[in-house]
């Protein structure tokens, strides 16, 4: 004899709940991920997982279950995640500023000496 399975049985609400814990939490592991890519240095890496993220990011916020209470912690964690992200980029990019300034300098160096030779 088959069985089947009474629709009324199925809780729609908690297998979406679980779907969503499940998409967040790989959203958490790839942005973790990135981080320590970037810490690294590995630019393309973080990018590669940056397509990923946002792909991701997307199907979640367009439901809107992380403003849900239940979700309090799970948005949290993602919030620090980016921030954290945000944080290396602009250290970065403060890096990548102080390396030109540098570069600009001794060019500028090596002209007035060509100048001067």
Do not use: C
């Not at 679980?18 to 790839?30: A, D, F, K, P």
């Not at 890496?45 to 239940?70: F, H, T, Y």
């Not at 919030?79 to 980029?89: F, V």
């Amino acid at each position: 004899m088959e069985e089947t399975m009474d629709l009324n049985e199925i809780d729609t609400e908690q297998l979406a709940e679980t779907g969503y814990r499940q998409m967040v939490s790989y959203l958490e592991n790839i942005l973790s991920r990135q981080v320590e890519k970037l810490r690294h240095y590995d630019l393309d890496g973080a990018m590669d997982l940056a397509e990923d993220a946002n792909r991701l990011a997307a199907v979640i916020g367009g439901e809107g279950m992380l403003q849900r209470p239940e979700f309090k912690d799970e948005r949290w964690r993602l919030e620090r995640l980016y921030k954290d992200l945000g944080l290396i980029i602009a250290s970065e990019r403060q890096d990548v500023q102080d390396k030109l300034r540098q570069i600009r300098q001794g060019i500028k160096t090596l002209g007035i000496y060509k100048e001067n030779a």
